[in-house]
């Protein structure tokens, strides 16, 4: 099923109210006809996607992916997105805006939308992540959900001043920022919980202005 969910993630990709941006695919060693799939389908009919491989062998997955991700990117500005994240058309616009309008902000996030499987159908959550009663006293998540706890453990929590946290996906970042950011130590770490938030706290903690805007610009699947 990973094929389907990417190329229709590819798809609202490429139907982005904003038409000028570059769409890196990487391929961290996949051993299905996956990547021969996006190529087909959207390399070569569209030069503004590209996939990049990883030849890399012994380093952690997730995190090793996300840090040679970074360190290719070319544009002023970056967006991570999963293979499975489906974006709102008007994702890349609205991030993109926002940034150009606040030269002082290094990242920006934006809520979500949640998709649960229901008979085999993936269908819209009718309350948005984040909606809580009392959003600043949890980092990204409802309350109930056990990384919230989890969390409080952290000293750097103390540093998000107003509520929730942003997402790793689905954040757009200054790409000069996330590489000095690298140079300097700050990556993810596979033996660090909650690898990506702690990136990003840690980078707050270090001066990072990171904001998000109050609207949910993408889904992720609940599973």
């Not at 790409?175 to 919980?193: A, H, R, V």
């Not at 690898?195 to 610009?217: E, F, H, Q, R, S």
């Amino acid at each position: 099923m990973s094929y389907l969910y990417i190329c229709e993630t590819l798809l609202h990709i490429q139907n982005q109210t904003h038409k000028d941006f570059e769409c890196v695919i990487i391929d961290d060693r996949c051993t299905d006809s996956t990547i021969d799939l996006v190529i087909n389908q959207f390399c070569k009919r569209d030069p503004r996607f590209k996939v990049l491989v990883n030849l890399t062998t012994g380093q952690p997955q997730y995190s090793y992916v996300h840090n040679f991700a970074y360190q290719y990117a070319s544009t002023e500005y970056t967006i991570h997105l999963d293979a499975d994240d489906i974006p709102c058309d008007n994702m890349v616009e609205t991030l993109l805006s926002y940034m150009v309008n606040n030269q002082n902000v290094d990242a920006c996030g934006c809520r979500i939308n949640i998709l649960e499987l229901c008979n085999n159908l993936w269908r819209k959550q009718e309350t948005p992540y984040y909606e809580t009663s009392n959003p600043s006293q949890f980092l990204f998540h409802y309350p109930s959900r056990w990384e919230d706890e989890e969390f409080n453990v952290f000293p750097t929590y103390r540093i998000v001043k107003n509520g929730c946290m942003v997402p790793n996906q689905a954040i757009i970042f200054k790409t000069e920022k996330i590489k000095n950011l690298m140079q300097s130590g700050i990556k993810f770490y596979d033996d660090q919980p909650f690898a990506d938030y702690i990136l990003w706290l840690t980078a707050v903690a270090n001066g990072t202005v990171v904001k998000k805007i109050d609207a949910p610009l993408w889904y992720w699947r609940e599973h």
